[in-house]
C-alpha cells in the first residue's frame, strides 16, 4: 500500500486529530513515517510502581529515566529501505532472524541517535496489563486468515494466490493477513486506534530477554535494575559479552549471567516432570501459559523474583488469560516470541509466549515490530 506524504505535520496531525491522540506518527532517519500508538505511562500491576517500561535504562548505568509514555508500533513491521516500519495494509516482513530484525529496528535511527528499536519483552508485558485493564482480549488471524475463536472474523491475505482478497471461509497454507487488515475486535480496546495483530498473524520476536540453557535471563546496564533496555545496541545483546543477568530465586536480586553455565540458584524453566526443583518454574509446552506453577520443593521461586518475573510476562500473574500458549527449549540460549501466528488457533494470544529457537532461526510465521521511546 504506497503512501503519498505531503507534509510531515499535516500526516501526524491528520493521525493524531482521528484518533483523539491515541495514535501518531513517528519518521526515521530516512524521512519514512510510521504509526504508533500512544502508551500512556500506568503503574505495574503486581508491584505497584511505575511499569519498568516506562523507566528508561540509561546504557552507562548512570541510572533510569522516567518517561509519561512509550509509542508501540500499531501494526506488525515491514521493511522499507533497510528500516522496520509500522504501517498499515502491508504484508508483514518474515523469515528474518533476531539479530537483523533488531537491526532493520536500529536501522530507524540513523546510525547516531537512540530511540526507534525491535519492540521489546518489557513494552509487550505493558500491553499485556494495558489488555487486562482495558477488559477486552482481542481475537486476531489464528486460523489460516481467520479468527479461531470467530471464524466470521477475516483479515486480507498477504501472501500467494489469493494476495488481496478476504480469507476463504476454510483453508491451509501460508495465510498472512496484510497489518491491520482485521476488524476492530483484532486491535486492543476493540477500536480502530488500538494495537492490531497482538494475537495471531506472526510470532514476534520481542528482545531484552532470553532463555539460557533454561535460566532466565534480563538485560539490565546497571546490574541492579531491570528497566526498559529500548536504547540496547546488538553489541548489548550479544551471546556472551552482552548485558546478561540471571534472576537469584531466592533473592530477586540479578547476577551476572554466562551464557551456557546457568547461575546456582538461579530462576530457570521446566518441563512439567518432578516439579520440585530448586527456584524452578515448570508448565509443559504446548499448554497455557496461565497453568505455569512454581516449584513445590524445598526451594521455590521466592516472592521478590517471582514478582520480577510476573512483571516481565513471564509467569502469569492472574486468571483469565484466555488460554494462550506456551512452549520451551531449555537447551542452549533461546529466544522469545510472542503472540502466536496464523494457525495457533486457540494457543495464540496476547499472553502466548514461546521460546523453543535460536536468534538465528528463520521461519515465515516470524516477525517483529517497532517501537520507540524519546
Known amino acids: 500500500m504506497a503512501l503519498t506524504i505531503l507534509s510531515y505535520d499535516s500526516l501526524r496531525r491528520q493521525v493524531e486529530t482521528a484518533s483523539k491522540g491515541l495514535n501518531t506518527v513517528h519518521y526515521t532517519a530516512k524521512g519514512q513515517p510510521s504509526y504508533f500508538y500512544v502508551m500512556a505511562a500506568f503503574n505495574d500491576s503486581v508491584g505497584g510502581a511505575l511499569h519498568p517500561a516506562f523507566n528508561l535504562a540509561d546504557r552507562t548505568g548512570a541510572g533510569n529515566t522516567a518517561k509519561g509514555e512509550l509509542f508501540f508500533g500499531q501494526y506488525v513491521g515491514c521493511l522499507r529501505n533497510g528500516e522496520l516500519l509500522s504501517l498499515p495494509g502491508v504484508a508483514p516482513l518474515v523469515s528474518t532472524n533476531h539479530d537483523t530484525f533488531v537491526s532493520y529496528a536500529l536501522a530507524c535511527n540513523g546510525g547516531s541517535a537512540t530511540g526507534f528499536h525491535l519492540a521489546n519483552n518489557i513494552e509487550w508485558s505493558a500491553a499485556q496489563q494495558m489488555v487486562l485493564a482495558e477488559g477486552f482480549q482481542p481475537n486476531g488471524n489464528t486460523d489460516y486468515g481467520r479468527s479461531s475463536d470467530n471464524n466470521t472474523e477475516r483479515g486480507v491475505v498477504a501472501t500467494g494466490a489469493n494476495t488481496g482478497r478476504i480469507a476463504a471461509a476454510t483453508g491451509t497454507g501460508t495465510n498472512t493477513t496484510l497489518t491491520g487488515s482485521g476488524p476492530n475486535s483484532w486491535r486492543t480496546g476493540n477500536s480502530p486506534f488500538g494495537i492490531s495483530d497482538l494475537n495471531g498473524n506472526v510470532w514476534e520476536w520481542t528482545p531484552g530477554m532470553r532463555l539460557n540453557s533454561g535460566e532466565i535471563n534480563l538485560i539490565s546496564f546497571d546490574g541492579t535494575t531491570a528497566a526498559n533496555p529500548a536504547n540496547a545496541t546488538a553489541a548489548d545483546l550479544?551471546?556472551?559479552?552482552?548485558?546478561?543477568?540471571?534472576?537469584?530465586?531466592?533473592?530477586?536480586?540479578?547476577?551476572?549471567?554466562?551464557?551456557?553455565?546457568?547461575?546456582?540458584?538461579?530462576?530457570?524453566?521446566?518441563?512439567?516432570?518432578?516439579?520440585?526443583?530448586?527456584?524452578?518454574?515448570?508448565?509443559?509446552?504446548?499448554?497455557?501459559?496461565?497453568?505455569?506453577?512454581?516449584?513445590?520443593?524445598?526451594?521455590?521461586?521466592?516472592?521478590?523474583?517471582?514478582?520480577?518475573?510476573?512483571?516481565?510476562?513471564?509467569?502469569?500473574?492472574?486468571?483469565?488469560?484466555?488460554?494462550?500458549?506456551?512452549?520451551?527449549?531449555?537447551a542452549g540460549e533461546m529466544f522469545p516470541l510472542r503472540g502466536g501466528h496464523w494457525y495457533s488457533l486457540a494457543l495464540a494470544g496476547v499472553f502466548a509466549l514461546t521460546c523453543p529457537y535460536a536468534r538465528s532461526y528463520t521461519g515465515s510465521f516470524l516477525g517483529g515490530r517497532v517501537a520507540l521511546v524519546l
Open 238 to 330: 550479544h551471546p556472551s559479552t552482552g548485558k546478561w543477568y540471571a534472576i537469584d530465586g531466592a533473592t530477586g536480586n540479578l547476577v551476572a549471567a554466562t551464557l551456557d553455565a546457568p547461575v546456582a540458584g538461579s530462576v530457570r524453566y521446566a518441563s512439567a516432570n518432578s516439579g520440585t526443583a530448586d527456584f524452578t518454574l515448570y508448565r509443559a509446552g504446548g499448554s497455557s501459559f496461565e497453568g505455569m506453577v512454581n516449584s513445590t520443593g524445598t526451594n521455590p521461586v521466592g516472592a521478590t523474583a517471582l514478582a520480577l518475573v510476573k512483571t516481565h510476562g513471564l509467569y502469569p500473574a492472574t486468571s483469565g488469560l484466555g488460554g494462550d500458549g506456551w512452549y520451551l527449549n531449555v
